[in-house]
């Protein structure tokens, strides 16, 4: 019998990783039995490598289908925990964005994930939909409203009114839209590439239809398709970068008051295979 002053395990519902939710689980079990061991959970879990476990949450491994049934069962983790265990299993492993966005939104759906992490929730959705960074520009507009009717209608294209109160009350959340708010937003680190990759696919995609949306007064595409040796594609990434720092100074360093939000975009992309030098001298 547990003694009333015995840690609890750890809660699954406040992770993001599942190794890191492993290790805890670890230490947590080694911590009220010193006797339990990898090989102990190897055992459990119906495997043959005692260091199997170790090499997962070490990121050397990582988790097979059959292997996630066998872990749940040694984990004897509740049917709610199971669902959201095998979310951060494709959260961290998943093929493709759309599996690991598909992941995220059951997870992040999770009543116990909301508690434990609502503002990390929050973070992701406001990097991923262009529609967050679009309405935080559109604050800085001197007829602004925070009203999700004006913010559905003012935007380009327009978002319903659902949309418009969710980022109105998660930007409000994070501290964006208060007067002189730095605007620093910290997405968690597990999905920060998967939240970046949300945000350029929706940007390249409203690039596409300003094509349709825009006439030639209000869009600006520029595009070039050159050869260029391989090395060369550092320095084009500095110059990108370098570029986007100056187009930045010269909207922020503007002292006239705000009147439209602009997405600038600059893009470098392969369009072909590179040369192979295999066989060269």
């Given amino acids: ?37 990898y090989r102990l ?14 090499h997962i949450i070490e990121g050397k491994r990582n988790l097979t289908p059959p292997l996630v049934d066998s872990y749940k069962k040694a984990l004897k983790l509740s049917p709610d925990e199971r669902v959201f265990f095998d979310a951060l299993v494709t ?30 929730g929050a ?27 004006w913010v559905a209608g003012a935007l380009r294209p327009p978002i ?9 009350e998660e930007l409000s959340a994070l501290g964006l839209l208060e007067q002189g708010a730095e605007v620093s937003v910290t997405t968690p680190h597990e999905v920060a590439g998967l939240a970046a990759h949300n945000y ?25 398709t050159v050869g260029i040796p391989a090395a060369l594609v550092p320095a084009l990434k500095r110059e990108l970068a370098s570029m986007a720092e100056r187009l930045l ?21 392969p369009l072909s295979q590179a040369m192979s030098h295999e066989g060269e001298e």
């Fill in 41 to 54: 959970f190897a055992r459990l879990s119906g495997q043959r490598s005692p260091s199997l476990l170790l």
């Fill in 200 to 224: 350029h696919d929706g940007m390249l995609e409203l690039a596409r239809s300003s094509l349709t949306r825009f006439g030639p007064t209000e869009r600006h595409l520029v595009g070039l």
């Fill in 91 to 120: 959260l961290d492993q998943g093929g493709t964005p759309q599996a690991r966005n598909r992941a995220w939104e059951r997870i992040s759906a999770t009543q116990r994930f909301r508690q434990a992490r609502r503002l990390e």
């Fill in 249 to 269: 100074d010269m909207c922020d360093g503007n002292n006239d008051s705000v009147e439209v939000v602009y997405q600038l975009g600059l893009q470098a992309f």
């Fill in 160 to 168: 319903s009114v659902e949309q418009a109160a969710q980022a109105l």
């Fill in 1 to 37: 019998m547990r003694s009333p002053d015995t840690e609890p395990a750890p809660d699954i519902f406040g992770y993001l990783n599942y190794r890191e939710y492993l290790r805890s689980w670890f230490t947590w079990k080694k911590s009220i039995n010193p006797r339990f061991s």
């Fill in 123 to 149: 973070s992701f959705r406001c990097v991923s939909h262009w529609y967050y960074t679009a309405t935080l520009e559109l604050a800085r507009r001197a007829d602004f409203r925070a009203d999700p009717v």
